[in-house]
T-cell receptor
């Protein structure tokens, strides 16, 4: 079975600083990988996804992620954090017809 | 917004009761999945429906059941509610062909069991 590990349940960065949220996956087949964001009291919004092709994937709100097969990683980055980026972020992998989620990383933005 | 809608937004029930949650999928999407998100956790897959048939199920007991209708809307039913069923229930839909693996989520229904 596939799985996802997100390193750090809470990450704090200063406004304007680099955001780096770490995700490692385990998969026996080429994975389809996703990052979702969840704002307080809301559902999940798709930030970006990797299926095939280019390993650097650009998403909404200035986020991007790079698929590194050799490291089994799919880390999420953003060059400059905004206060509005404060939310819960979930890395996920597709297995058959379902999505397996990590436990999430709560991103705090410091003024 | 994804076009996936869920109702109600909040619900309070007592232990032992039954509950029905509803989901309307995004236009053109014929597959609907349900997920349970407990507080502080990532969503967990409950089951999936395709063309009105259940075609995948996670590690949830039979008291969790569902339906999908010809218009691809869906219901999640939970019988004999337990305190641990308190969670955010998310519905997700996806297209049957292109963009096959991408699921689009609704805003969720917050269920509280007392």
């Amino acid at each position: 079975a596939q799985s996802v590990t997100q390193l750090g349940s809470h990450v704090s960065v200063s406004e304007g600083a680099l955001v780096l949220l770490r995700c490692n996956y385990s998969s026996s087949v080429p994975p389809y990988l996703f990052w979702y964001v969840q704002y307080p009291n809301q559902g999940l919004q798709l930030l970006l996804k990797y299926t095939t092709g280019a390993t650097l994937v650009k998403g909404i709100n200035g986020f991007e992620a790079e698929f590194k097969k050799s490291e089994t990683s799919f880390h999420l980055t953003k060059p400059s954090a905004h206060m509005s980026d404060a939310a819960e972020y979930f890395c996920a992998v597709s297995e058959d017809d379902k999505i397996i989620f990590g436990k999430g990383t709560r991103l705090h933005i410091l003024p | 917004e994804t076009g996936v809608t869920q109702s109600p937004t909040h619900l309070i029930k007592t232990r032992g009761q039954q509950v029905t949650l509803r989901c309307s999928s995004q236009s053109g999407h014929n597959t609907v999945s349900w997920y349970q998100q407990a507080l502080g956790q990532g969503p967990q897959f409950i089951f999936q429906y395709y063309r009105e048939e259940e075609n995948g199920r996670g590690n949830f007991p039979p008291r969790f059941s569902g339906l999908q209708f010809p218009n691809y809307s869906s219901e999640l039913n939970v019988n004999a509610l337990e305190l641990d069923d308190s969670a955010l229930y998310l519905c997700a839909s996806r297209a049957g062909t292109s963009d096959f693996y991408t699921q689009y989520f609704g805003p969720g229904t917050r269920l509280t069991v007392l």
